[in-house]
């Protein structure tokens, strides 16, 4: 017969085993965002609609990702862009995300979208390449300027989207209000295929030049490229810091044949304080050190560069991605 010391020897000594097992598996780094670069990182990189410049540039930082960082696993998602892609970081579905510098600034300032919830925890990567505000009609509807949008079915891209702000704000330098024109909520591609059909009279479009669903439309029909005149663009930029004046060139799109003046907002890389400074580091130092891969995935990327990484950006950065480029 077994004693009672020999039992509660027995019993101490499974129950050391059983806290030692279990103290080890719980201890194991399973990676993801707060992984450092030696762990296995699963990165979800939010992009855009396919029909834009987001999703090339994603999927071009996604392999970039994967040849660069040992045990990285990094993948690009097509998304609902720049507002969409905030509300995933937040929901912690994507760790990094293309967005425009306007809306990172409305959502860590509590505005326009976010209004009712102001995000802190935002961490930019990187300031990636200007986008254009593009507003295009065709030849055939005689509008030249916002001013002859009164009474018009006007594209101004998905609702509560960085391109609906860029419209409405746009539009009101001209004195144009929603009750002035019949609203239609289309993302690119959707305000691509009514352009062509006839079922809007303008879209506006905020995205990298060229733009693909641009191309699609000037390779069917006779498109106008809109500008923004001079003296509205100087109001824009001195009500919403943001905005910088731009020039799209002639022979950007077929039979468009002179510059267009306009504005613009910045592409940005960013994540959220949940990204280590180490891994944001790494994942900085991997895509600067293979531009030419980013630029040949769309010519809106011949714009990057690491002199101008850091201008435009009006969050807080990374630790490890603000070091990188003050080397």
């Known amino acids: 017969m077994i004693n009672g010391k020999l039992i509660k020897c027995m019993i101490l000594c499974l129950t050391l085993t059983l806290t030692t097992l279990f103290a080890t598996g719980c201890g194991e780094d399973n990676g993801g965002a707060n992984g450092g670069a030696k762990d296995n990182?699963?990165?979800?990189?939010?992009?855009?609609?396919?029909?834009?410049?987001?999703?090339?540039?994603?999927?071009?930082?996604?392999?970039?990702?994967?040849?660069?960082?040992?045990?990285?696993?990094?993948?690009?998602?097509?998304?609902?862009?720049?507002?969409?892609?905030?509300?995933?970081?937040?929901?912690?579905?994507?760790?990094?995300?293309?967005?425009?510098?306007?809306?990172?600034?409305?959502?860590?300032?509590?505005?326009?979208?976010?209004?009712?919830?102001?995000?802190?925890?935002?961490r930019a990567i990187a300031a990636l390449y200007p986008e254009t505000c593009q507003i295009i009609t065709l030849e055939k509807n005689g509008i030249q300027s916002v001013s002859d949008f009164k009474g018009k079915r006007i594209a101004v891209?998905?609702?509560?989207?960085?391109?609906?702000?860029?419209?409405?704000?746009?539009m009101a330098v001209y004195?144009?209000?929603?009750?002035?024109?019949?609203?239609?909520?289309?993302?690119?591609?959707?305000?691509?295929?009514?352009?062509?059909?006839?079922?809007?009279?303008?879209?506006?479009?905020?995205a990298g030049y060229p733009t693909a669903a641009i191309q699609d439309i000037a390779s069917q029909s006779k498109i106008v490229v809109i500008p923004v005149d001079e003296d509205k663009a100087d109001t824009l930029t001195k009500d919403?810091?943001?905005?910088?004046?731009?020039?799209?060139?002639?022979?950007?799109?077929?039979?468009?044949?002179?510059?267009?003046?306009?504005?613009?907002?910045?592409?940005?890389?960013?994540?959220?304080?949940?990204?280590?400074?180490?891994?944001?580091?790494?994942?900085?130092?991997?895509?600067f050190e293979n531009l030419d891969r980013l630029k040949a995935a769309h010519s809106a990327a011949a714009a990057i560069n690491k002199e101008g990484a850091m201008k435009g950006i009006p969050i807080e950065m990374n630790g490890g991605a603000k070091a990188f480029f003050e080397k």
């Open 41 to 122: 990182k699963f990165i979800n990189i939010a992009t855009g609609g396919t029909a834009g410049t987001y999703y090339p540039i994603g999927g071009a930082m996604a392999e970039i990702l994967n040849n660069s960082i040992e045990g990285m696993n990094a993948s690009a998602q097509s998304t609902g862009a720049s507002v969409a892609n905030i509300n995933m970081l937040q929901e912690m579905s994507v760790d990094l995300a293309i967005v425009q510098n306007d809306i990172a600034y409305y959502a860590t300032q509590g505005t326009e979208m976010f209004r009712s919830k102001k995000i802190d925890n935002l």
């Open 157 to 170: 891209g998905a609702a509560g989207s960085g391109v609906e702000a860029n419209a409405r704000q746009i």
């Open 175 to 206: 004195g144009i209000t929603y009750d002035d024109i019949d609203v239609q909520y289309l993302s690119f591609g959707e305000a691509s295929n009514a352009l062509k059909d006839g079922n809007v009279d303008a879209a506006f479009v905020t």
């Open 240 to 287: 919403f810091p943001f905005y910088t004046k731009t020039v799209i060139p002639a022979g950007t799109y077929s039979g468009v044949d002179v510059d267009t003046p306009t504005v613009s907002v910045m592409a940005m890389l960013i994540t959220t304080d949940k990204m280590s400074n180490e891994l944001g580091g790494a994942i900085t130092k991997a895509l």
